[in-house]
């Protein structure tokens, strides 16, 4: 699957500490494997952006609701660009 050059920006929280009773060491392997994913998602497209958001928990947008507005927004700049370029 390729996205072409569609402009992506993929966000992850901050990875997550052990719940209680999980060992760090499978906590770190589920964050590996997240991070891994979104890594992915973020390079489905040739401009895909994966960004770990600092001291973001899984709701970003509540969490840390400028990094998702400045995200979009560079999305969106991205494709006015484009237009421009094209017209």
Do not use: C, F, W
Request: charged share 25%.
């Amino acid at each position: 699957i390729s996205l072409g050059t569609m402009p992506l920006v993929v966000l992850s929280k901050t990875p997550s500490q052990p719940a209680p009773g999980e060992s760090q060491d499978l906590r770190d392997a589920k964050n590996r494997i997240l991070l891994g994913q979104h890594r992915a998602t973020a390079q489905l497209s040739r401009v895909g952006k994966h960004q770990t958001v600092k001291d973001a928990g899984h709701y970003i947008q509540l969490d840390r609701p400028r990094v998702v507005i400045a995200s979009i927004r560079e999305v969106l700049d991205t494709l006015r660009r484009r237009e421009a370029k094209a017209a």
